[in-house]
Structure formats: C-alpha cells, structure tokens
Nanobody, 127 residues
Framework: QVQLVESGGGSVQAGGSLSLSCSAS????????MAWFRQAPGKEREGVVV???????RYADSVKGRFTISKDNAKNTLSLQMNSLKPEDTAMYYC?????????????????????WGQGTQVTVSS
C-alpha cells in the first residue's frame, strides 16, 4: 500500500509561481512512476506531468515550459514547480503513484493508469 500526502498550493495572481510537494510511503519508491494530475470544477481529471522510475519526464502541452517536476528518491518526495501561472491552471492538484512490482518506465498520464492517489491540494490563480 502506498500513501501519498500533498502539500503546498494556495492562491496566486497570474504570472506568479507556486510549488507543490508530495510525500510518498513505501520501500519501493524508486520503482514508481509518479505524476501530477489536476481537476478543475466541472471538468475531468487530467494528467499534467509524469516522471518515470528512471527520471524521464513527459508534460502535458498546456504546462510545457512552465511547470517542472522533480523527485528525491532519498526522501520519497515529489515536487512540482509551477511558474508563469495562468487562471486556467486553477484546479485541485493530485499526486499519483503507479507501481506494479517492476520498475515503471512508461509515460503514463491516464487516470486509470494510477493505483494510488493523494487527497489533493488546491491551486487558485486569479487574473
């Protein structure tokens, strides 16, 4: 069982920056794919960025060049640095983990691809 706890988020004006963190439990963290998803009111949850067990990343086009994902395997933490925020980035942001025993090396960005989820943290960007 993997438990995920997000922190960070908050409110910021357009053009500003925020940082999210996710703390993960489990001894096999280095084998996980980790991702950030977001869900705006009335919309489906969408994948924002994934990082594989070997550190490769894939971003959604909407955040490419503005958001940066990183993970610290020693601390079992995942981070998301969000710069140049836009009002359309307003959403609940979720940390997610995928682990099925083997190292995760695929660029998974679908909701159904992930087995473990955090409780979410709100990001609000005002214009």
């Amino acid at each position: 069982q993997v438990q995920l706890v997000e922190s960070g988020g908050g409110s910021v004006q357009a053009g500003g920056s925020l940082s999210l963190s996710c703390s993960a439990s489990g001894d096999a963290y280095t084998r996980y794919c980790m991702a950030w998803f977001r869900q705006a009111p009335g919309k489906e949850r969408e994948g924002v960025v994934v990082i594989t067990s070997d550190g490769r990343t894939r971003y959604a086009d909407s955040v490419k060049g503005r958001f940066t994902i990183s993970k610290d395997n020693a601390k079992n933490t995942l981070s998301l640095q969000m710069n140049s925020l836009k009002p359309e980035d307003t959403a609940m942001y979720y940390c997610a983990a995928r682990y099925s025993g083997a190292k995760c090396v695929g660029f998974y960005l679908g909701v159904i691809d992930y087995f473990y989820w955090g409780q979410g943290t709100q990001v609000t960007v005002s214009s």
